[in-house]
């Protein structure tokens, strides 16, 4: 029987890492895991609480496609608070994980055949989804000359253009688009007719004195990608939220009625109350940026010193061609020697990812001290 062309995308190479890390501990082996994005830590205590409440009523069928009136208002509320945005309830939409709500955009946005650019190295999945749709992926190599992060110059270049996806913080790499390169950007596609969809799932997790700011600070038709998953630390819950323009509010509604029926109502109610766990959220951001010195020092020890600049999200893309030039194999090395698991960055990057290693610190403190020591042990063993 026939299978779809759409669905020969490439694999998800972490998942491949993560079932030989369970392979290992099923034998018996330890593994310290630094290769999977996702919080070490529970849900908010008050989260879970409000869920509970809620498995006792009778609120638990469908709901309307946007999400729960009291959660899009909380949403509302907190873009004012955090970023002194006043966003209509309207313009959020509450989604099936951020993944949901990224397939929601781009399937309101483009067209198939419409060439969309993001970073390479850049968040995979993405560029499978954009593949397996029919949309052209304009890869934008970018490096430390730009701090990873994209440029109008870059851009330009690459025109024409339909869309542009950014992510900030960045996963793999952790960087943050600044208010000005924000701005610029902004520009660039407004000038150029460039739709803008901004991952913003890592807001709350940066590092310097100043939150994130977000694009719907700068521009007006962009399309913001949040997601209660990483600060909320709810990764299984699977909610998410965008915050749409005016001329995609409608054509989003339509796409979600018919292809999710509504968000999990369970995880949309409970979701309410975390945006008052700021002190238990903020302490788990304090933890990862402990794990991220002593990750960056151990690395350093290690000889893995060029990384992309750590500003948010809980990861280090590091340059390990110095070591190798098949990262892929290094993560299996470090897996079975030392039972370390780590990402290889060919999961980003299809051209240059074979030089690079992904290390995510979500975990504890302990255990990413504990992979730190082994990685310079390692190291130390392969000096003449």
Known sequence: MKVARRSGVAPFYVMEVMKAAARRAAAGGEVLHLEVGQPSTPAPGAVVEEAKRALSSSRLGYTDAHGVPELRNRISQHYEERYGELVEVERIAVTVGASGGFVLAVLAAFDEGDRVAMTSPGYSAYRNILA?????????????????????????????????????????????????????????????????????????????????????????????VQSFSKYFSMTGWRLGWLVLPGDLIRPVERLAQNLFISPPTLSQLAAVAAFDCAAELDANVHRYAENRR?????????????????????????????????????????????????????????????????????????????????????????RP
């Open 132 to 224: 397996a749709l029919g949309i052209e992926v304009v890869e934008v190599p970018v490096g430390p000359e730009t701090r990873f992060n994209p440029t109008p110059e870059l851009l330009e270049e690459l025109l024409p253009l339909d869309g542009l996806v950014t992510a900030s913080p960045s996963n793999p790499t952790g960087t943050i688009l600044t208010t000005p390169e924000q701005g610029r950007l902004a520009a660039f596609s407004e000038a150029n007719e460039v739709r803008m969809i901004a991952d913003e799932i890592y807001h709350g997790i940066t590092y310097g004195d100043d939150p994130a700011p977000t694009a719907i600070s700068h521009n007006d038709h962009a399309v913001v």
């Open 294 to 382: 002593i990750l960056i020092e151990g690395l350093a020890r290690a000889g893995i010193e060029r990384i992309a600049p750590a500003d948010g999200a809980f990861y280090i893309y590091a340059d390990v061609s110095h070591l190798t030039d098949d990262s892929q194999a290094l993560s299996r090395e470090w897996l079975d020697e030392i039972g370390v698991a780590a990402t290889s960055g060919i999961d980003f990057d299809p051209a240059l990812g074979h030089r690079f290693i992904r290390f995510s610190y979500a975990e504890s403190t302990a255990d990413i001290t504990e992979a730190a020591e082994r990685l310079v042990s390692w190291a130390a063993a392969r």
